[in-house]
């Protein structure tokens, strides 16, 4: 499985952003779903996971209420609406994929697949 994250970018605070997470292969519909980001100096956190039906959705406490993750398995993609970004949210944000097991999985050790990552800044 190879994942291909996009949509990162440079916005101001208090701006938007869409990520995309593009995945090969046949088995999407069958993943966990996770995002993941990493700021300069941090280790990776957690920010979302999705069920692999994307009908339950689950949110670190620093982005609950200002980001939603989704996903269309017709597609083989998940998504990240960032909205209301703040200077703290500026960091690398990878996708990742578990092959095993239900949502929700907090641990970045719990996934099989990453993507390479798209770098979000935010600007205040």
């Known amino acids: 499985v190879q994942l291909q994250a996009s949509g990162g970018g440079l916005v101001q605070a208090g701006g938007s952003l869409r990520l995309s997470c593009a995945a090969s292969g046949r088995a999407f519909h069958t993943y966990v779903m996770g995002w993941f980001r990493q700021a300069p100096g941090k280790e990776r956190e957690i920010v979302s996971t999705?069920?692999?039906?994307?009908?339950?959705?689950y949110y670190a406490n620093s982005v609950k209420g200002r980001f939603i993750m989704s996903r269309d398995n017709d597609k083989n993609t998940a998504y990240l609406q960032m909205n209301s970004l703040k200077s703290e949210d500026t960091a690398i944000y990878f996708c990742?994929?578990?092959?095993?097991?239900?949502?929700?999985?907090?641990?970045?050790?719990?996934?099989?697949?990453w993507g390479q990552g798209t770098l979000v800044t935010v600007s205040s």
């Open positions: 999705i069920s692999w039906r994307g009908d339950r959705t």
């Open positions: 990742a994929a578990a092959s095993q097991g239900v949502a929700p999985k907090w641990e970045a050790n719990n996934y099989d697949y």
